[in-house]
């Protein structure tokens, strides 16, 4: 099976801009996390979801937003960029909400300028 | 929330030896705690996993032991090897999918 794909890879941006990240899980999960790595912070949960539903939401403010589509595959939408959003973003597929293993794809490495 | 502290934040064993990692964690209800390896530049990867309801559990070179009422848990990777060279970390969960993490620990095996 393959595994979690992430894209873009890499990613600049300038302050005040908006990204969209996107990630397609394991074929046959249906559950995707995403998550905030950087140095300072260590790695924080962003946000669930399940069936195209938001399941949790981390302690990030509204400019962090996500979705899922029907077929598992979700993006995560973070707005009016700032400097501090600069950080390695991960998204992990598991197959349900009952504390399935998540496995993690390789991240998008977003650089605010 | 929860709040998972780990232990050491770096260390450092000749090849062969024995390596240790701690954590705690502060709610009762989390019942299940993965464990990952991150290698540099690389994604997390799950490693091992324990639920609530099972106190130990051995895979090959890799064992993890809970202790519910101490509300910690801990790794322990025996006749180390360079390839374990790597940052590691503990999680914890009470509900669904979102995991709480550590700080990390970097493990250095030196050959």
């Known amino acids: 099976k393959a595994g979690v794909t992430q894209t873009p890879r890499y990613l600049i941006k300038t302050r005040g801009q908006q990204v969209t990240l996107s990630c397609s899980p394991i074929?046959?999960?249906?559950?995707v996390s995403w998550y905030q790595q950087t140095p300072g912070q260590g790695l924080q949960f962003l946000f669930e979801y399940f069936s195209e539903t938001q399941r949790n939401k981390g302690n990030f403010p509204g400019r962090f937003s996500g979705r899922q589509f029907s077929n598992s595959r979700s993006e995560m939408n973070v707005s009016t960029l700032e400097l501090g959003d600069s950080a390695l973003y991960l998204c992990?597929?598991?197959?349900?909400?009952?504390?399935?293993?998540?496995?993690f794809g390789p991240g998008t490495r977003l650089t605010v300028t | 929330g929860e709040n998972v502290e780990q232990h050491p934040s770096t260390l450092s064993v000749q090849e062969g030896d024995s390596a240790v990692i701690k954590c705690t964690y502060s709610?009762?209800?989390?019942?299940?705690f993965p464990w990952y390896k991150q290698e540099l530049g690389k994604r997390p990867q799950l490693i091992i996993d324990?639920?609530?309801?099972?106190g130990e559990k051995k895979d090959q070179r890799i064992a993890v032991t809970l202790n519910k009422t101490a509300k910690h848990f801990s790794l322990h990777i025996t006749e180390t090897q360079p390839e374990d060279s790597a940052v590691y970390f503990c999680a914890a969960s009470n509900a669904g999918n979102m995991l709480t993490f550590g700080g990390g620990t970097r493990l250095m095996v030196k050959p």
């Open positions: 992990a597929s598991s197959l349900g909400v009952r504390q399935y293993e998540q496995y």
């Open positions: 709610d009762s209800a989390s019942n299940y």
């Open positions: 324990i639920r609530s309801n099972v």
């Open positions: 074929s046959g999960h249906r559950s």
